[in-house]
């Protein structure tokens, strides 16, 4: 039954209670990035080392029960539920799903890490593999594919269903990521709580988005440096960074519909050239081969990797990657969770998630197996010191003269820099239309919120994006999203057990009911 609000008819207007706090948050974290760096920078690191040394084993846990979790929704007896009226389809097709949801939730990112992480791996290999050994070489190229795979995509695909499920099933008029935790909360300080989850909500978006940000400017400036053959330097980030501002700041604009879903087309056919380009014209038959070894690496060490924790030798490789990645996908499950279950009316829970899992698999998988393998087949062959740039350049430019080394060296790094330009205002226009949804109220999942604080987001998310960049260093990023999706984790199995129990109370007795009549058919058929 459809609830009856005094909502339904109203504006949606700002929820102050979520907007100010998260605001002052932001704010002096900016500040703090501004004008005082070192301090900063120290006291982020420290509590990203606190957090690693104490709670690695709850984000592996978080990982491998998000993942179990996802299965049983899509293979378990609710999976056929549908995220909507009965009869109703897709809100959106197929093709246009797919590309919001890759766009939104991984962006350039791909592009960022694509050519540099297997060379992090090639200099420090994990599980005690020796340093420049073929073995070395092997588990760099099948290692980004773990992390960016089926573990990474449960992560996004389980907030993803209970939000779904509010909005299209229970039909909630209130596009509010705390509202998916009703069913697991006490009604006793219910809304208290709600605002709360609503603020970890906003920050755990901001802090993902600052990686993607500080990881994202360097990377296109970088590009810039070497498509133009100029010095890289402080002006041409900011120049960046106030390009993207405008760009994902008209998408906001636009809205959903007519902006987000038509940069995330855009993006879609882009990156199909730019990665079909690099297999074609770089060494084809090298990233074949290994990338069916890597796949049957990764199956055969699927679970030793996703709960190694080295508890021994107490080597930073599972807190540095490992639980980092693991993180960063924790850190965003707000902003996906929301856009995913928005765009997904129509689809039946089991649909939503092997095609998040599935899909976005695929994606990451095409992109990572060819740009490292581009990148290893470089290093390996001795046509590129690899480790070298990575070691006095940083990531950024290892991954601007790796795209330049291809055939048509400018043109394919222009390309690769229209692609990484628009990839990232797709994913932060994105965060910014989630973030104004969730600190909106009134706001019915048929509404857009609106424009002011649509922009108002875009805006702050460009201001830490310059704090960023004013710290400058890549450890400090990466410690933000850890800081930032330390909260979410338990608000990840409110989402998991409210779910659950809404569909025991809505759909629990009919599949009862199913299950009982088979037995009785069975019964009167050995009576017989």
């Not at 310059?466 to 850890?482: C, F, K, Q, R």
Request: charged letters at 10%.
């Amino acid at each position: 039954m459809n609830k009856a609000t005094p909502s339904d008819t109203s504006e949606p207007e700002v929820d102050w209670a979520i907007f100010s706090p998260a605001l002052i948050i932001v704010l002096i974290s900016v500040i703090s990035l501004i004008f005082s760096p070192d301090s900063a920078v120290q006291a982020i690191d420290e509590a990203r080392k606190a957090v690693m040394t104490h709670f690695l084993w709850m984000y592996l846990t978080a990982g491998v029960s998000a993942l179990i979790f996802c299965l049983w929704l899509a293979f378990g007896r609710y999976g056929h539920v549908k995220l909507g009226a009965p009869g109703e389809p897709p809100e959106f097709s197929d093709l246009h799903w797919v590309a919001m949801m890759f766009t939104a939730a991984i962006g350039a990112s791909v592009i960022a890490w694509g050519f540099a992480e297997p060379i992090y791996y090639l200099q420090t290999p994990p599980l005690g593999i020796a340093v420049g050994s073929s073995e070395s070489f092997e588990w760099a190229h099948m290692y980004p594919l773990m992390h960016w795979g089926l573990m990474g995509w449960a992560i996004y695909a389980l907030p993803a269903v209970p939000i779904a499920y509010m909005l299209y099933v229970k039909r909630d008029p209130i596009l509010r990521i705390s509202s998916a935790c009703d069913g697991a909360l006490p009604v006793r300080g219910r809304a208290q709580l709600k605002v709360i989850i609503d603020i970890f909500i906003v920050l755990g978006i901001v802090g993902g988005v600052t990686t993607a940000l500080g990881l994202g400017v360097p990377l296109m400036s970088a590009m810039i440096a070497t498509l133009f053959g100029i010095p890289d330097s402080l002006p041409i980030k900011l120049a960046v960074l106030a390009l993207w501002t405008l760009l994902f700041g008209a998408s906001v604009y636009r809205g959903l519909k007519s902006g987000i879903k038509l940069l995330a087309d855009t993006n879609v056919v882009l990156g199909i050239l730019a990665i079909s380009f690099v297999l074609l014209a770089g060494p084809t038959l090298f990233i074949l081969d290994i990338t069916v070894n890597s796949l049957g690496l990764m199956v055969d060490n699927f679970f030793r990797m996703v709960t190694w924790t080295d508890p021994i030798d107490n080597g930073s490789f599972p807190d540095t990657w490992t639980g980092f990645y693991w993180a960063w996908w924790i850190a965003y499950t707000g902003m996906v969770g929301l856009f995913f279950g928005r765009i997904s009316r129509g689809r039946t829970i089991r649909q939503l998630v092997l095609g998040v899992i599935g899909w976005g698999c695929l994606g990451t998988w095409l992109f990572l197996a060819v740009m490292g393998g581009y990148s290893l087949y470089l290093e390996s062959h001795n046509i590129m010191d690899v480790q070298g740039i990575l070691s006095t350049q940083g990531m950024s430019f290892l991954n601007a003269l790796v795209i330049a080394n291809l055939p048509y060296g400018k043109l394919t790094l222009s390309i690769f820099t229209l692609l990484s330009l628009i990839f990232y205002a797709t994913t932060i226009d994105s965060s910014a239309y989630v973030l104004a949804s969730v600190c909106a109220k009134n706001l019915r999942n048929d509404q857009e919120p609106k424009r002011w604080n649509r922009m108002a987001w875009a805006f702050l998310l460009a201001a830490i994006g310059a704090g960023v960049l004013n710290a400058g260093a890549l450890d400090t990023v990466l410690s933000i999203t850890v800081l930032s999706s330390v909260p979410l984790i338990p608000v990840m199995g409110l989402l998991s057990l409210s779910l659950v129990r809404w569909l025991n109370q809505d759909f629990g007795e009919l599949v009862r009911q199913r299950e009982l009549a088979l037995a009785v058919d069975k019964l009167k058929s050995n009576k017989g």
